[in-house]
């Protein structure tokens, strides 16, 4: 397969060959250029978590981890963007946290690449939970949408359960707004298309209506696996996630993914990865 590929904004080496498989590490700063496609990592920053549900900002270079309550994990919330030669596309939409300005650190991001908020025409959403849904509307106004002029493509069972289910995992008051917008696309099948170079599949990995999504063009494809590939150790190691819905049926999806990933040259987006945002897997 021929290949078109460029980074821009690198900090560090780009590179790293880790028992044996090429590993093409993009910083979550990093920009990546494909044939026709350019992937744009949004970091709002790394958290801990713990039994609460509460996301908590974590410092890496100043906090300690063993200072937080007992079973913290560290995460990145770091949802994406994708131009493609159709569409500004979001690709989840994170926790809608504040940065020091008071502004949500997601259109932030954006408006660095210069991207406006209208600018954006399809939101693609993985699931509900919080960290993913929560920026969904403005964080300082839940009666406004985030992103105006796009298209909202919500799986209709993962709304029905979210709202039913409103709480720790789900807070349906920062994404309920989307049941009373007109540009929305309910998604009601376990699998389809959209506009003819995005795929979607329902898991049921993670959460019980959880979906990924394929974005392919000019032979290029974006693989985004969201919380059932959240990051690449996930992906290269057996493991059972004791927070997935179906931890096991997460882990087999996983080896499919690697395995058809490696042969087919696909670019993984890994939402929940403080090294690598974005990863191509090569066996040599």
């Avoid at 993962?158 to 696309?185: H, P």
């Avoid at 494809?221 to 997460?250: E, N, S």
Wanted: charge should be negative; proline fraction near 3%.
């Amino acid at each position: 397969m021929s290949r078109c590929f460029a980074l821009h904004g690198i900090k560090g080496g780009a590179c790293h060959n880790i028992q044996h498989d090429f590993f093409l590490n993009v910083t979550p700063c990093c920009i990546v250029y494909l044939c026709g496609m350019q992937i744009i990592p949004l970091s709002e920053g790394s958290f801990t978590i713990d039994g609460s549900k509460k996301f908590i900002p974590f410092n890496i270079d100043a906090d300690n981890l063993q200072e937080r309550a007992t079973g913290s994990l560290l995460v990145e919330v770091q949802p994406f963007a994708v131009k493609t030669s159709k569409d500004i596309i979001v690709l989840d939409t994170g926790l809608g946290f504040l940065n020091d300005d008071g502004k949500m650190q997601l259109l932030a991001n954006l408006e660095s690449e210069g991207i406006m908020p209208g600018d954006v025409t399809k939101v693609l959403m993985s699931h509900l939970h919080k960290d993913h849904a929560s920026g969904v509307t403005l964080v300082n106004d839940r009666d406004q949408i985030t992103f105006p002029n796009a298209t909202y493509y919500v799986q209709e069972r993962e709304m029905e359960y979210a709202l039913e289910n409103d709480g720790k995992s789900y807070i349906a008051e920062d994404f309920k707004l989307l049941t009373n917008i007109k540009n929305i696309v309910w998604l009601k099948f376990d699998s389809g298309t959209i506009d003819d170079y995005i795929r979607y599949e329902i898991t049921g990995a993670h959460s019980p209506f959880h979906q990924v999504f394929w974005i392919t063009e000019n032979n290029e494809t974006i693989f985004f696996g969201a919380d059932d590939a959240p990051q690449l150790h996930q992906l290269k190691h057996k493991f059972v996630a004791k927070y997935d819905y179906d931890g096991r049926k997460a882990m087999e999806l996983r080896k499919i993914w690697k395995e058809k990933g490696e042969a087919e040259g696909w670019n993984f987006l890994f939402y929940h990865d403080v090294k690598y945002p974005t990863v191509v897997l090569r066996t040599s």
